[in-house]
């Protein structure tokens, strides 16, 4: 069992930056990778980003490459969404999620537990 947090989100004007924080509990954080999913409003929920166990190695979809990067502290058990020249478009609630056997990083699917969400607003 993972049990995850997020915390962070906010409201910022375009051009701005916010660091979301995704606190995991349960199983040995280091033993699986974790993922950034967000929903905009009236959006399916998409993939945002991926990072390995260790932190070595990370993906992000292209509407945020370049802009998003994702890390992680496992001796804290948390993993972070750096979030910088922000876009309205960027509005959604964020989610961090815990992908446990897969190495399908991009599906939904893959990830067996998730967090509340954060939301999270870019005005322009």
């Known amino acids: 069992q993972v049990q995850l947090v997020e915390s962070g989100g906010g409201l910022v004007q375009a051009g701005g930056s916010l660091r979301l924080s995704c606190a995991a509990s349960?199983?040995?954080?280091?033993?699986?990778?974790m993922g950034w999913f967000r929903q905009g409003p009236g959006k399916e929920r998409e993939f945002v980003g991926r990072?390995?166990?260790?932190?070595?190695?990370?993906d992000y979809a292209d509407s945020v490459k370049g802009r998003f990067t994702i890390s992680r502290d496992n001796a804290k058990n948390t993993v972070y969404l750096q979030m910088n020249s922000l876009k309205p478009e960027d509005t959604a609630v964020y989610y961090c999620?815990?992908?446990?056997?897969?190495?399908?990083?991009?599906?939904?699917?893959?990830?067996?537990?998730w967090g509340q969400g954060t939301q999270v607003t870019v005005s322009s």
């Open positions: 999620a815990a992908n446990l056997y897969s190495s399908n990083y991009y599906s939904q699917g893959s990830y067996a537990y």
């Open positions: 990072i390995n166990r260790s932190g070595g190695t990370t």
């Open positions: 349960g199983r040995t954080f280091s033993t699986y990778a």
